[in-house]
């Protein structure tokens, strides 16, 4: 049974940072895709960033590019976003994610979610 468990996530100012993590509680997903999704309120759940299973490839959605990392550890069963210079539009519940196979994780269909964590980003 996978069980994914974010936090981190919290209010923050305008051009602050945040590090969110992601527990593999169940220590299931070390081989897997993971990635990072989100969703604003009224919008739709949106990719954020993934990586494959053992880190050598990874994707960015173009709003994030060269503000948010992703990054994770598989020794510690955990998966990392970084992210800095925040905006208001940042401001969305975050997800974390894990698949067996990357294409479906950048398709916006992983198997696995977790069960989210709010980031608030005040002007």
């Known amino acids: 049974q996978v069980q994914l468990v974010e936090s981190g996530g919290g209010l923050v100012q305008a051009g602050g940072s945040l590090r969110l993590s992601c527990a593999d509680s169940?220590?299931?997903?070390?081989?897997?895709?993971m990635g990072w999704f989100r969703q604003a309120p009224g919008k739709e759940r949106e990719f954020v960033a993934a990586?494959?299973?053992?880190?050598?490839?990874?994707y960015y959605a173009d709003p994030v590019k060269g503000r948010f990392t992703i990054s994770r550890d598989n020794a510690k069963q955990m998966m990392y976003l970084q992210m800095n210079s925040l905006k208001p539009e940042d401001t969305a519940v975050y997800y974390c994610?894990?698949?067996?196979?990357?294409?479906?994780?950048?398709?916006?269909?992983?198997?696995?979610w977790g069960q989210g964590t709010q980031v608030t980003v005040s002007s």
């Open positions: 994610a894990a698949d067996p196979h990357i294409v479906t994780m950048t398709s916006g269909v992983p198997d696995y």
């Open positions: 169940a220590r299931t997903v070390s081989n897997y895709a």
């Open positions: 990586l494959t299973g053992t880190g050598r490839r990874i």
